[in-house]
């Protein structure tokens, strides 16, 4: 017969259960521990570490030295100048003073001149002896309106100079000659308006002004038949001293419908005469 009457409680359960108790009181303990606390803020990010500064060098690099400036970079210089003078505003060409330049002038692109007038430069020829001459007169500007308006260095006495010729074109050498029809009314040759000029002092040496007295040079025909050659060129290099003011250049025109006249203020080095070629003929250093 069986025995209906209640067993005891097992001795292993009951020594379990408060262990099992303890360690999920445990775990919960750990869980809030590690719960983040509504508002607060996270942990500041690690400073990356330092980089080190390099030390500069101790002897800055030398700038490179500016090329001469050339035909092109003076009639642009001239243009913006005449632009501003034209506007009413004052010429941006500081920069330019003080640069060096060279330019080289053609000349006797339609041939030798029996009476050259009032042409700058020009060559003539001596078909007898076999012999060019080559001649440059600088203009004498003293009197001229723009020279007489810009401000002029101290004690200035004379002012001459050489223009540039068809300031329109950048390119160096003779023009491209077209066979045009002439018109019915011929319009005059436009007046130079762009030039370099030197200004002297009452101290300066009478020898350096030119005045009357061109440079020129007589020379063996360069071509085996006794002609000419096809035409030469003016070398001019020196340095662009400009005006009183520190401006490289002054424009000056008679209104606003007449082309500015543009001035460069410059101190001549070197004046020659080049072949087609260019191999220097004569050469004057100042």
Not at 156 to 178: D, I, Q, Y
Request: aromatic letters at 6%; proline letters at 13%; one cysteine or more.
């Amino acid at each position: 017969m069986s025995d209906n009457r209640p067993r005891p409680p097992d001795r292993k359960f009951a020594l379990v259960a408060p262990f099992a108790i303890g360690l999920a009181a445990v775990v919960v303990l750990v869980v809030l521990l590690l719960k983040p606390t509504p508002g607060a803020k996270a942990p500041p990010a690690p400073e990356p570490p330092p980089v080190a500064e390099t030390a500069p060098p101790l002897v800055a690099a030398a700038p490179a030295a500016s090329a001469p400036l050339g035909r092109a970079e003076l009639i642009a210089g001239a243009q913006a100048a005449a632009a501003a003078y034209a506007a009413g505003q004052p010429a941006e060409s500081r920069g330019l003073a003080g640069r060096t330049f060279l330019v080289r002038l053609a000349f006797g692109c339609g041939g030798p001149l029996v009476d050259p007038g009032a042409t700058q430069a020009y060559y003539q020829r001596d078909a007898a002896a076999g012999t060019v001459r080559l001649v440059a007169r600088p203009a004498v500007l003293t009197d001229l309106p723009l020279i007489r308006a810009a401000p002029l260095p101290p004690k200035t006495e004379a002012v001459e100079g050489f223009w540039l010729p068809r300031p329109w074109l950048t390119a160096e050498g003779c023009p491209k000659r077209r066979p045009v029809a002439p018109p019915a009314t011929p319009t005059p040759v436009e007046a130079p308006s762009l030039g370099l000029v030197v200004f002297h002092d009452e101290e300066s040496p009478r020898a350096a002004r030119r005045g009357d007295r061109p440079y020129e040079v007589v020379i063996k025909s360069p071509t085996s038949d006794g002609g000419a050659a096809t035409n030469f060129v003016l070398v001019i290099e020196g340095r662009l001293t400009g005006f009183a003011d520190g401006a490289a250049v002054h424009c000056w025109s008679e209104s606003a419908e007449h082309r500015p006249i543009c001035l460069f203020g410059a101190a001549l080095d070197r004046v020659a005469f080049e072949d087609d070629k260019g191999a220097t003929l004569a050469q004057w250093p100042t």
